[in-house]
């Protein structure tokens, strides 16, 4: 299956897994693991902004930084912006948060609720160039179903 074949796979199953489910971190935790075990990413997870700040949330793969501040690294560069950053070489990123050596490229995602970002989804792969718009459409997609109820 190529990659877009593995994301309409995935489209139903999220939303069957989301839908009728009020709790976010329940929630954040089951999109975490069914992107992780399908697509073999290094590190899937989330962080959810508390105040001035993301704060680490449910996630597969190894340990991550904690915390991370508004407008700071990747993720927090996706909250600032309010829009999706794909980062080939996060080597190259001005700023980046090395939670990992072993990160090459990122994708972050924003996750609105009522027009406001919440959390973001944070996916990082050991191979650059990992992510394009084909991860960008779909993952939005899979977050705006986060989003629901």
């Known amino acids: 299956m190529n990659k877009t074949e593995k994301y309409q796979y995935l489209l139903p199953q999220i939303k069957e897994l989301v839908k009728d489910e009020p709790d976010l971190i329940a929630k954040m935790a089951n999109v975490a693991a069914i992107l992780h075990t399908t697509f073999g990413f290094w ?23 904690i915390r991370i501040p508004f407008g700071r690294g990747v993720c927090g560069t996706a909250w600032e912006q309010g829009k999706t950053v794909i980062v080939p070489d996060v080597h190259k990123f001005a700023g980046h948060i090395a939670c990992s050596p072993a990160s090459n490229s990122e994708i972050v995602v924003p ?32 977050m705006l179903l986060m989003a629901e109820n």
């Open 43 to 65: 590190w899937t997870g989330f962080y959810r902004v508390e105040n001035t700040e993301l704060v680490l949330g449910p996630f597969q793969g190894p340990i991550a930084c």
């Open 111 to 142: 996750v609105f609720h009522n027009g406001t970002i919440i959390a973001v989804l944070d996916i990082d792969s050991t191979d650059y160039g990992t992510f394009n718009e084909i991860d960008q459409k779909y993952l939005e997609q899979i």
